[in-house]
């Protein structure tokens, strides 16, 4: 690959994107890699800017900065027919990069940017959320409801690197936790009805900054994967917390883990929902997998 344009998110990790970004800049020029770029200036804005280059014949892609901005770069890459119109790359200087450990790629940023110029092809699996009212986005890690998502916010609010934000997100969070009742289908057949502490529905293993939520899970395998955390108490949660990062919490008994390749979670009070981490509207929503839908370079 010879031609990319480069999204930048220069407020990822704290602004040290922006100061990673010029040692990085002449990386890729010494590689030899052609390419523009431009940085994001808000909210949305890592959408825009994929969007534009896709439509510009841009066959590259590439996202530098966080798990979010990520995000929004492959919701700016798929059609209306759920495929990328050019090949994505990822340079991840966020938080948790927890989509680097889930698509196989370098969490180095140095290395990163030399697997643009010298790395392969490889399509992998995308979920989509859709909600009532027909709004779409993709999704690269999970989608989750209930607790999770209001820790999502939490850390999104508060900024940080690391596991950090995540745990110090959890321990905040759980003063006003109480379970609430959701129904879940999977493939159009019901599978769940009772209180639950959050639904998170799994493309890759680890979200939240390294948590093994799904250790199974392989964004290509063609399905997603469910996770209920149960009517679990506060206490509970406090000791789920460790185990989630080793990936041992899916023998609690109060954990109910399935794979699908449709997911219908809907409740009698709208639940949080979040996207790799970022702020979506409220159940109910529909997940779906998108089988290979993205061209990942890596």
């Known amino acids: 690959m010879s031609r990319a344009f480069v999204v930048v998110n220069p407020a990822a990790a704290g602004g040290r994107t922006e100061r990673a970004w010029r040692g990085l800049r002449d990386d890729l020029a010494r590689l030899g890699l052609d390419f523009d770029w431009a940085a994001t200036a808000g909210p949305g804005g890592a959408t825009a800017l994929a969007r534009r280059a896709a439509a510009d014949g841009w066959p590259l892609v590439v996202s530098v900065g966080g798990d979010g901005t990520l995000n929004e770069v492959v919701n700016g890459l798929v059609d209306a ?56 986005r993709y999704f690269v890690n999970a989608c989750g409801a209930g607790f999770d998502a209001v820790v999502a916010r939490r850390v999104a609010a508060r900024g940080g690197s690391g596991t950090v934000p995540y745990v110090r997100g959890v321990l905040e969070a759980l003063r006003a936790q109480r379970p609430v009742p959701i129904e879940i289908e999977l493939d159009g057949a019901p599978a769940w009805a009772g209180p639950v502490t959050a639904a998170v529905v799994a493309n890759g293993a680890r979200y939240g900054g390294g948590m093994r939520i799904a250790p199974a899970a392989d964004p290509a395998d063609g399905v997603l994967d469910l996770v209920v955390l149960g009517a679990l108490g506060r206490l509970e949660l406090v000791w789920w917390l460790p185990t989630v990062y080793r990936g041992e919490h899916l023998a609690h008994r109060r954990i109910f883990t399935r794979r699908a390749r449709e997911v219908v979670l809907r409740a009698a009070a709208p639940l949080p929902t979040h996207l790799d981490g970022e702020a979506t509207p409220p159940t109910p929503v529909t997940l779906r997998v998108a089988p290979g839908a993205l061209r990942l370079r890596r």
């Open 81 to 136: 027919d759920g495929r990328a119109g050019a090949a994505l790359g990822v340079i991840g200087t966020g938080r948790g990069r927890d989509a680097c450990a889930n698509l196989g790629l370098p969490a180095d940023p140095a290395l990163a940017a030399r697997r643009l110029v010298t790395g392969v092809e490889a399509a992998v699996d995308l979920g989509a959320a859709v909600w009532r009212d027909g709004t779409r």
